[in-house]
Every structure is written in structure tokens, then in C-alpha cells.
């Protein structure tokens, strides 16, 4: 008979074994009877006729043990019995249970979740046709310490006529429109693109077609849309396909939708259009120095990213010597993968955090094993006992794998349920930090995952105990209660454990430096009150409005919501900026001199940060006025321009002198310091303030405006009013967010607070898995030394004295720990030391928290065997040898 | 399967004689034990119960195959049948019990003297 037969016939006879029995008895009933039948026929008496019968056939029970027997099942039958067994086992020590089980599930669950999280982020391809050809291009600007610049259109051109490295070019610029006559006008991210942008990409429509370089050559009004947008604007309409779109105010006809996995640049784009259509108005004079497009190309055949960054960089100095006017210092370029610049940022952290969770894993099998061998010694007995019924070593061995496989499967199915938790955690916390977070998903390629740790696992951990626990020779187990487990390995499971310890160690003052450094920002002050405000961030809507009445426009659009809005009853006053401190990216530095011809020839030109804002804008924000006047509404129009600056460039830039009064040359004319304001974390709340300065709006009105709504009493509260009143001030203007001040600010510490949260998370796996390698090893050698226990309180030893000697034994291995981790941590926390905010690398309080912490819970873990080892009974212990 | 090759010689008979039963037709436990027993003329007084553990290791084997089917007297019964595999075997067991047996034989009747 073949294999896969018997193997089939085993599985069914075990699975149907209750049946099969029950089909047995009925058949022999059945024999029987006839038998009985066959002598009554030939007149035998009733009760005589079955006693023949039961003669003739020999043994009913006998047979029936037989035939179950021939079944040739047994190690199938014996496996179920296992299983049941092994379930029985646990049931009884639940203790055992909970720690293997909860080493298992924090171990595979870890694993699962940040394998689900590097599948979906590193290892599945982007989704374009050959991902691999795709780069990203940038101008650089090598003296300046600048490698990731935008370029002009003209030295685009020319780099896209000259360089061989690839098959084609493109570049783009992000410029979000607003669209009208589709319900409520709505902002939505659009990318201006080159000819070559969609062949560079590769992506096929989702409907229609894509643009191509007929509608940049023809600057023809056409558009694709995302398919998001198509799904929210068009209800996934295939009839949207011709129909006309209205964006800032032109009409344009919409030619193709693009799919979802389509996310480019910046996430919230929608749209794409021609970039032949933007006129001088919108992007400003195709000069050399007005640098706005980002890059994407795809290398031609056999050319590699170093090569390309060299020809580039090569082609930009060429350009740099033939136009110095413009492009003195722009003579490098940069070259990176797409992969490299859509996860490169998160690439190393997420590898480094794999690999620490496989560590993880792989200490809470030694845990494990260290457990199964403290049961195995508990159990030396049990199983002297079926090695001298005749159970071969083999069975034994194969019960206990059972065990551990039933430990390792249960840890799985736990740990990919937590993994599912995880996964959602680590993504609400890391929402905008980590990209292609949509890509990630609990899918079969993790629960497979799980699955294979739980196998690997079960083998790891369980094999070496199970093997060392058969080995019992049953005359020395019955006899000593000892048995020869204890022979060797003790030093290297104790050293393990010292590792763990260690560990742990880094990983709670990694988690100790990190969560200062997160309190620490949170008490930074801004420089404004987030408390009670409301910020309104939009475009201003500049549709249908003529040329020259644009700017008018945006400064009449500007006051009349303010006006309308500081109206509402709750609100205190109302501010405007171009450029929403810690929110918005900064423009580039302004560079200005002062009039009377001071500072010139300094090696340092002036530069500050330069903000459009409305005269109210400091009172909004809660920006204190520290000397001189605010800004005037209103001033001569042959006068200079009133201007303010903060405390930073008062003392950077003045060095000192009091600013007020002081006339600058902008360029455009001449400006005068009316007073000097707080400093404002304009950047990030961990960055130091910067000299920033401040001119009124209505001088250089900005498309880009974000309102700050100071309320009385909860601002959200205002959140409907306000969009009421920008309604009917304006019914065409969309707002982009409107969200609280507080909201603003906190987001802002997103990725600090994702990195603390993991790496306190983390600090709490090795913790765990620490206390309970020190538990087991504990648990282990008292097991092991019952009787010596037993004798040295039978010579009178106290309970006490053996509770202090059990704890000092895990004492001496968590001190060995702790000072390991220690100089480890010494050694790898400056790694740590740019995340870290207000807190030093090496910060004493950290270290020692962690410390206590540690202590506290690995002798907690100590002391429960301990407690054990004291409440042995020196009579039990001696007869039991 | 080491049962086989250490069976014993009443076993291997058995197996064989089953298998020539079933060869003639389907048939269920008692209904076999009595044809052998009618067929052999009573020579075979093995217990009927050492039937069924036979039957079991030859449908381990996918000698013969099982159902339940219903009686002339309309009970419920197991019927056995041969399969495929079991004509071979049957054919196999019944070369080698020729074999066997001619040898005996020939040992039976020789009477002294160099072979």
C-alpha cells in the first residue's frame, strides 16, 4: 500500500475513530446474530443457539481490540491523544500557560506586525512598470550644503536635451486649484506637468488616457483626474470622460482618469494638467532663477543612479559658467531612486526595528525553553514513570514537541490577532510619517508569516527541552527527584538571561530619554497661545477676477472675511498670514540691507524670514508686543513701508542697537521698523527661533492665506460659524482645513510622539520577556535543588533565609544585566542623541528611572520562585529523594 | 508492514481464502466465514472473531473495500468486495501457496536416500 494511502486511511480512521467503533460493534452484533439464527434454524433452544454462537466466534472484545489494532492508525490516534493531553497539561498549570503563552504572543505579534509593515512599505514594488528604472531629480547647490533644490524650466530644458542617462524626463510643478460648478467650490492638489510626465511613469489610465505631449504642444485646457476624485465629483461616472471641469476660474475638458495607486508627489493631488498652461502670472517669468519644478525620469537602458547624478551634475556646472547671473553656485545636481525618496526616510528605521523585534522573538524562546525545562524538571517523574512502562524516548519526545507545537500554534493565533491591533496602532500614530501606509494590510502573506514563526518556534524552543527531559534515567528520577536534567547548561541559560536583562536595560533608558525628550517639547513655548483658537488655512479664489485686479482682490477677499468673521459673537479677534508658523513650510530667507548703508560689506548678508501678515495677526495669535507700535492698517503712501521684527532679529541682526526707527532697502523701496515682537517657533517646536520679520499684506497680497481665529470659550464651538461666515462673504471660497490651534501644534510632534510610543512599547516587550527569564531560570533551579532546599531547612535553614538566598541568586544576574546594559546604553544612545530634544544623551535622570524600573521588576520576578523555594517542605522534599 | 512478513502461516491462509471468497463475490463477515468453513469442510476451525482483524488489515491494505448494504432479510450489513489491488494479491498468494505447498509436498513424499 502505498504511503499517501496509509497516510489517508491513518487521517480518516483518527478522525472517525468514535464511528468506526460504533460500525464495529454493529458488525459483530450483526455476526452473532447471524450465527445465533443459523442454530436455531437447526432447532438448537434459544439461549443455547447464542452460546454456541459466542463459542464459534471467541472472544467478542478481543476481536473488537483486534480489528482497532489492524488499523494501523496508532500514531495518528496517538497524536490526538497528545493534543488532548498537552490541552490538559496547560489547563492544570496555568501559571506556565499565561507566561508561554504571553511570550509567544508579544513575540509573533511583534514579528507580524512589523513584517506586515515592512511588506507593505519596503518590499512590495511601487506601483509603476518596471519600478526600478524611476528617479527623482533635483538641482544642487554643493556650496551651499544644498542637494534637494527645485529648477527652472529653462535649465530643464536644456538638461532634458543634453543628458543620455535617461530614456525620458519630466518635471512638474504642485499648485492646488480650486473647482467651481461641481456643488461647493473645493481645493484639491494638482501637479502642472511636462509632455513626458505620464510616459516617465508608465501608469495606463484607469479610463480615458493620460495626458501626452500633443496637449502640452497645443497648451490645450485638458485634465486628468485622480480616481478618488473621479469617485467623489463624478460618482465613478464613465460618462465623465469629455465633460468640462472648472479650475481657478478656466474651463477645462476632462480627458482621462488616473488610478489610485497614482501618488506621486503630494498625497492630496487629484488632479493633473498641462504645464504649458500656466501663464507668467500664476508661476512668474520663465527665467533661470525661477525655480519651481520638481523632477521625474525614468533611466534609459543600462544606466545606473550614480551614473545619471554624474552627467547631470556635470550638465548643471556647464550651465552654472554659461549663465553666472543666475546660476552662480547651482553647478551640481542630484540623482536618487523613487524608492530611495519615497521610503528611504523610514527604510532604515523600520529594518532596525525588524530586526530588534527578531530579537525579541528569539530571547522569548530562550524564555521559553528555560520554562519548558523548569516544567521538564517538575515533571522528571512523570516521566520516569512511562520510561519504565516501556515508553520508548521517541514517544516521549514526541509528546512534549506535541506540547510545545500546541503552545507555539495558540501563541500564534493570539499574537496575529494582537498583530492586527498593532498594525492599526502604528499607523493611526504614524498617520503622515510613514508612506505607502495604505499599502499595508493583515493579508495571508502575514498570517503565513505568523504561521512559520510559530513552527520555527515550537522547534527552537521546544526541542532541546523535550530531548534533555526524555533523557531522564528513570532509576535516578525515582530515586533522587533530580534526575540528570540539571547536568549542564545552566551557565549558558544564565548568561541568556543576563542578555536579556541587558536589553531590556537599553531599551527602558532608550524609552526613558525619548519620553523626556517628548515632555520636553510639549512644555516648549511657542511664542503664541494654541490655547482657544481656531486656524482657517485656504487659497484665496482669484477666478473670473481680471488680471490686474488680482491683487486688489486678494487684499479686498482678506479684510472682508476678517471683518465678517471677527464679527461673530465668541471671537476676539481675528489674524491673517501668508505663512502659518510650524504648519507651513518657510519661503526661502529675504535678503535686505539697511538704508543708510550699515552692515554692508559684513561677510553675513541680512536675512530673516519674511511674513505677510494683517495688523491684527500678533493679538490673534497671543504674540506679545515688546517694544514700539504694532502695525499700522494704514500709512502715507510716500512714506516707507511699516515693518516689524522679532526679538531674535532684533538681537541677531542689530546686534544689539534698537531696531526702531531704523530704515531698510527691500529692494522694491525703503521699509521702517515701527516695533519689535516675540519670537515664534516658526519651523518646529524644537527648532530655535529665527530672525523673522514682518510686513503688512497689502503690500505683496499671496495666494496662499491662513486665518487664526482667537475664541472666548471652546473653539470648536466656532468651527460651523465660521464656515457659515466665509459662505456668505464668499461663497465661491473653499476652505483647505479649519482645525484648533492645539491641533496644529500637536501634529507637529507626530513623529516624536510615534517614536517615543514605539520605543516605549518596545521598553515593555524586553521588560516583560526579562522578568520572565529571570522567573524562569529562577523557577528552574529551585525545582532543581527541592531536596538540597529541603535538607538545608531541615538543618535549620529559615523560610527567610532561603527566600533571601533564591532572590540573590536572580540579584547577581540582574546585576550582571543592568551593568551591561548600562555601558551598552552609554555606547548607543547617542545614536539617539538627534531625536532627542532638551535632554542629554547620557541624561542621569533617564538612566537612573530606567534602573529602578528594572531592578524593581526583575527581583519581582525573583521573588515569586523564591517564595516557592521557602514554603518547600523539608520532610516532603527529603522523602521524595 | 512488519505484521505481514511475520505472520504466521494459519494468517496468510486465511488472508488467501478470504480473498478467494470475495473473488466470487460481495459478501459480509459471517456470510465469509461460513463459506470457508462450507468450502473447506469443515477443516478450518479457526475462531470466526480472528476474521474481522484480517478483514481490517486487508482494507488497510486497499485489498478489498467495504459498504453497508441491506440483506435478503432486509438487515443492515457490511459488505466486503475485492478491489483491484486485491486480484493481483489474490493472484500473487495464490502463486506462492502453489509453491509452498508443491514443496511440502515434495518433502512429504520423499522417502530417505540422496535427493
Known amino acids: 500500500m502505498s504511503r499517501l494511502a496509509a497516510l489517508r486511511e491513518g487521517v480518516r480512521a483518527a478522525v472517525f475513530r468514535r464511528r468506526d467503533d460504533r460500525?464495529?460493534?454493529?458488525?459483530?452484533?450483526?455476526?452473532?446474530?447471524?450465527?445465533?439464527?443459523?442454530?436455531?434454524?437447526?432447532?438448537?433452544?434459544?439461549?443455547?443457539?447464542?452460546?454456541?454462537?459466542?463459542?464459534?466466534?471467541?472472544?467478542?472484545?478481543?476481536?473488537?481490540?483486534?480489528?482497532?489494532?489492524?488499523?494501523?492508525?496508532?500514531?495518528?490516534?496517538?497524536?490526538?491523544?497528545?493534543?488532548?493531553?498537552?490541552?490538559?497539561?496547560?489547563?492544570?498549570?496555568?501559571?506556565?500557560?499565561?507566561?508561554?503563552?504571553?511570550?509567544?504572543?508579544?513575540?509573533?505579534?511583534?514579528?507580524?506586525?512589523?513584517?506586515?509593515?515592512?511588506?507593505?512599505?519596503?518590499?512590495?514594488?511601487?506601483?509603476?512598470?518596471?519600478?526600478?528604472?524611476?528617479?527623482?531629480?533635483?538641482?544642487?547647490?554643493?556650496?551651499?550644503?544644498?542637494?534637494?533644490?527645485?529648477?527652472?524650466?529653462?535649465?530643464?530644458?536644456?538638461?532634458?536635451?543634453?543628458?543620455?542617462?535617461?530614456?525620458?524626463?519630466?518635471?512638474?510643478?504642485?499648485?492646488?486649484?480650486?473647482?467651481?460648478?461641481?456643488?461647493?467650490?473645493?481645493?484639491?492638489?494638482?501637479?502642472?506637468?511636462?509632455?513626458?510626465?505620464?510616459?516617465?511613469?508608465?501608469?495606463?489610465?484607469?479610463?480615458?488616457?493620460?495626458?501626452?505631449?500633443?496637449?502640452?504642444?497645443?497648451?490645450?485646457?485638458?485634465?486628468?483626474?485622480?480616481?478618488?476624485?473621479?469617485?467623489?465629483?463624478?460618482?465613478?461616472?464613465?460618462?465623465?470622460?469629455?465633460?468640462?471641469?472648472?479650475?481657478?476660474?478656466?474651463?477645462?475638458?476632462?480627458?482621462?482618469?488616473?488610478?489610485?495607486?497614482?501618488?506621486?508627489?503630494?498625497?492630496?493631488?487629484?488632479?493633473?494638467?498641462?504645464?504649458?498652461?500656466?501663464?507668467?502670472m500664476e508661476i512668474g517669468e520663465a527665467t533661470r532663477d525661477n525655480r519651481h519644478l520638481e523632477g521625474v525620469a525614468r533611466l534609459a537602458p543600462g544606466a545606473t543612479v550614480e551614473r545619471a547624478g554624474q552627467e547631470l551634475s556635470a550638465l548643471a556646472a556647464r550651465l552654472a559658467a554659461l549663465h553666472p547671473a543666475t546660476n552662480v553656485g547651482w553647478d551640481g545636481a542630484t540623482v536618487l531612486s523613487l524608492r530611495e525618496t519615497t521610503v528611504g526616510d523610514v527604510e532604515d528605521a523600520l529594518l532596525v526595528v525588524l530586526a530588534v523585534v527578531g530579537f525579541i522573538l528569539l530571547i522569548g524562546c530562550v524564555n521559553l525553553a528555560n520554562l519548558l525545562l523548569a516544567r521538564g524538571t517538575a515533571r522528571s517523574r512523570e516521566m520516569a514513570i512511562r520510561t519504565a512502562l516501556g515508553a520508548p524516548r521517541r514517544r516521549i519526545v514526541r509528546q512534549l514537541e506535541t506540547e510545545s507545537l500546541v503552545l507555539a500554534v495558540a501563541g500564534a493565533a493570539l499574537g496575529i490577532a494582537a498583530s492586527a491591533i498593532a498594525v492599526d496602532v502604528v499607523l493611526s500614530l504614524g498617520a503622515g510619517i510613514l508612506p505607502r501606509a495604505e499599502n499595508v494590510a493583515l493579508d495571508g502573506r502575514v498570517i503565513g508569516f505568523g504561521l512559520l514563526l510559530a513552527v520555527a518556534t515550537a522547534l527552537v524552543f521546544g526541542l532541546f527541552p523535550a530531548w534533555r527531559t526524555a533523557r531522564v534515567e528513570p532509576q535516578t528520577a525515582l530515586r533522587g527527584g533530580r534526575g540528570e536534567v540539571a547536568a549542564d547548561g545552566g551557565r549558558l541559560r544564565a548568561a541568556l538571561v543576563v542578555v536579556e536583562v541587558a536589553l531590556a536595560v537599553v531599551l527602558v533608558i532608550g524609552a526613558g530619554l525619548m519620553t523626556r525628550s517628548f515632555l520636553s517639547l510639549l512644555r516648549v513655548e511657542p511664542g503664541f497661545e494654541p490655547e482657544r483658537a481656531l486656524t482657517v488655512a485656504m487659497q484665496i479664489n482669484i477666478a473670473g477676477v481680471p488680471g490686474d485686479g488680482v491683487a486688489q482682490h486678494l487684499v479686498q477677499r482678506r479684510e472682508d472675511l476678517i471683518e465678517r468673521v471677527r464679527a461673530l459673537p465668541g471671537v476676539v479677534e481675528v489674524g491673517m498670514t501668508n505663512v502659518f508658523p510650524i504648519q507651513d513650510a518657510p519661503n526661502p530667507l529675504w535678503e535686505f540691507a539697511f538704508a543708510d548703508g550699515r552692515g554692508a560689506g559684513d561677510d553675513?548678508?541680512?536675512?530673516?524670514?519674511?511674513?505677510?501678515?494683517?495688523?491684527?495677526?500678533?493679538?490673534?495669535?497671543?504674540?506679545?508686543?515688546?517694544?514700539?507700535?504694532?502695525?499700522?492698517?494704514?500709512?502715507?503712501?510716500?512714506?516707507?513701508?511699516?515693518?516689524?521684527?522679532?526679538?531674535?532679529?532684533?538681537?541677531?541682526?542689530?546686534?544689539?542697537?534698537?531696531?526702531?526707527?531704523?530704515?531698510?532697502?527691500?529692494?522694491?523701496?525703503?521699509?521702517?521698523?515701527?516695533?519689535?515682537?516675540?519670537?515664534?517657533?516658526?519651523?518646529?517646536?524644537?527648532?530655535?527661533?529665527?530672525?523673522?520679520?514682518?510686513?503688512?499684506?497689502?503690500?505683496?497680497?499671496?495666494?496662499?492665506?491662513?486665518?487664526?481665529?482667537?475664541?472666548?470659550?471652546?473653539?470648536?464651538?466656532?468651527?460651523?460659524?465660521?464656515?457659515?461666515?466665509?459662505?456668505?462673504?464668499?461663497?465661491?471660497?473653499?476652505?483647505?482645513?479649519?482645525?484648533?490651534?492645539?491641533?496644529?501644534?500637536?501634529?507637529?510632534?507626530?513623529?516624536?510622539?510615534?517614536?517615543?510610543?514605539?520605543?516605549?512599547?518596545?521598553?515593555?516587550?524586553?521588560?516583560?520577556?526579562?522578568?520572565?527569564?529571570?522567573?524562569?531560570?529562577?523557577?528552574?533551579?529551585?525545582?532543581?535543588?527541592?531536596?538540597?532546599?529541603?535538607?538545608?531547612?531541615?538543618?535549620?535553614?529559615?523560610?527567610?533565609?532561603?527566600?533571601?538566598?533564591?532572590?540573590?541568586?536572580?540579584?547577581?544576574?540582574?546585576?550582571?544585566?543592568v551593568a551591561l546594559g548600562t555601558v551598552a546604553a552609554l555606547l548607543l544612545s547617542r545614536a539617539l542623541a538627534s531625536q532627542l530634544y532638551a535632554v542629554g544623551a547620557t541624561d542621569p535622570a533617564s538612566f537612573a528611572a530606567a534602573l529602578v524600573v528594572l531592578a524593581a521588576v526583575a527581583l519581582t520576578a525573583a521573588w515569586l520562585p523564591a517564595r516557592r523555594a521557602s514554603r518547600i517542605d523539608p520532610g516532603q522534599a527529603l522523602r521524595s529523594g | 508492514m512488519p505484521d505481514h512478513e511475520t505472520s504466521e502461516l494459519l494468517q496468510g491462509t486465511l488472508e488467501l481464502l478470504v480473498l478467494k471468497t470475495l473473488s466470487l463475490e460481495p459478501m459480509h463477515g459471517w456470510g465469509i466465514s461460513q463459506r470457508i468453513q462450507q468450502v473447506s469442510r469443515d477443516v478450518f476451525q479457526v475462531a470466526q472473531g480472528s476474521l474481522y482483524p484480517a478483514l481490517q488489515r486487508m482494507k488497510s491494505r486497499g485489498w478489498i473495500r467495504a459498504e453497508w448494504r441491506t440483506t435478503e432479510n432486509n438487515r443492515r450489513a457490511r459488505y466486503y468486495s475485492l478491489t483491484p489491488a486485491g486480484e493481483r494479491e489474490l493472484a500473487r498468494e495464490r502463486r506462492q501457496w502453489e509453491r509452498a505447498s508443491g514443496a511440502v509436498n515434495r518433502v512429504l513424499e520423499w522417502a530417505g536416500g540422496p535427493a
Request: charged share 25%; no cysteine.
Open chain 1, 23 to 280: 460500525e464495529l460493534d454493529e458488525e459483530l452484533a450483526f455476526h452473532l446474530e447471524m450465527e445465533e439464527a443459523s442454530h436455531r434454524r437447526a432447532g438448537v433452544a434459544a439461549g443455547e443457539a447464542r452460546r454456541r454462537a459466542r463459542i464459534a466466534f471467541g472472544g467478542v472484545d478481543r476481536a473488537a481490540e483486534e480489528v482497532r489494532e489492524a488499523r494501523g492508525t496508532a500514531w495518528l490516534v496517538d497524536l490526538f491523544a497528545d493534543l488532548r493531553f498537552a490541552v490538559r497539561t496547560f489547563r492544570r498549570s496555568p501559571g506556565f500557560t499565561a507566561a508561554a503563552l504571553l511570550t509567544l504572543m508579544l513575540g509573533i505579534g511583534a514579528n507580524a506586525a512589523m513584517f506586515g509593515l515592512v511588506d507593505g512599505i519596503l518590499l512590495r514594488p511601487l506601483p509603476y512598470p518596471e519600478p526600478k528604472e524611476l528617479v527623482r531629480f533635483y538641482q544642487a547647490s554643493p556650496g551651499e550644503g544644498v542637494e534637494q533644490a527645485t529648477f527652472s524650466a529653462l535649465d530643464f530644458e536644456d538638461w532634458r536635451r543634453s543628458a543620455r542617462s535617461f530614456e525620458a524626463m519630466a518635471a512638474f510643478v504642485h499648485f492646488p486649484q480650486i473647482v467651481t460648478g461641481r456643488g461647493e467650490p473645493i481645493e484639491i492638489g494638482a501637479d502642472f506637468v511636462t509632455e513626458d510626465y505620464f510616459r516617465v511613469l508608465g501608469t495606463p489610465a484607469r479610463l480615458g488616457r493620460p495626458l501626452d505631449p500633443s496637449d502640452l504642444e497645443a497648451r490645450a485646457l485638458h485634465v486628468v483626474l485622480g480616481e478618488r476624485l473621479w469617485r467623489t465629483l463624478f460618482a465613478a461616472d464613465p460618462d465623465a470622460i469629455g465633460q468640462s471641469l472648472t479650475l481657478n476660474g478656466e474651463t477645462f475638458t476632462i480627458v482621462g482618469v488616473m488610478p489610485a495607486s497614482l501618488r506621486f508627489s503630494t498625497p492630496d493631488t487629484d488632479l493633473w494638467v498641462p504645464y504649458s498652461t500656466l501663464d507668467a
Open chain 1, 604 to 817: 553675513e548678508p541680512l536675512r530673516a524670514d519674511l511674513r505677510y501678515v494683517n495688523p491684527s495677526w500678533f493679538r490673534a495669535m497671543g504674540i506679545p508686543l515688546v517694544a514700539g507700535e504694532g502695525l499700522p492698517e494704514s500709512w502715507p503712501e510716500d512714506a516707507p513701508v511699516p515693518m516689524l521684527v522679532d526679538r531674535t532679529a532684533a538681537r541677531r541682526l542689530w546686534r544689539g542697537d534698537d531696531p526702531i526707527g531704523t530704515r531698510i532697502d527691500a529692494g522694491w523701496g525703503e521699509a521702517v521698523v515701527v516695533g519689535v515682537v516675540g519670537d515664534v517657533r516658526q519651523v518646529a517646536l524644537a527648532r530655535e527661533p529665527a530672525p523673522t520679520v514682518y510686513l503688512p499684506h497689502a503690500i505683496a497680497p499671496r495666494i496662499m492665506a491662513t486665518m487664526a481665529v482667537r475664541t472666548e470659550g471652546d473653539p470648536l464651538a466656532l468651527v460651523e460659524p465660521v464656515r457659515q461666515a466665509f459662505h456668505e462673504v464668499a461663497p465661491d471660497q473653499p476652505i483647505r482645513s479649519i482645525e484648533t490651534l492645539e491641533e496644529v501644534v500637536a501634529r507637529s510632534l507626530a513623529r516624536d510622539r510615534f517614536f517615543t510610543v514605539l520605543f516605549a512599547v518596545f521598553a515593555g516587550l524586553a521588560l516583560t520577556l526579562a522578568a520572565i527569564g529571570v522567573y524562569g531560570v529562577l523557577a528552574y533551579a529551585v525545582g532543581r535543588r527541592t531536596q538540597e532546599i529541603g535538607v538545608r531547612m531541615a538543618l535549620g535553614a529559615s523560610a527567610g533565609g532561603v527566600l533571601r538566598m533564591v532572590v540573590g541568586e536572580g540579584a547577581r544576574l540582574v546585576a550582571a544585566g
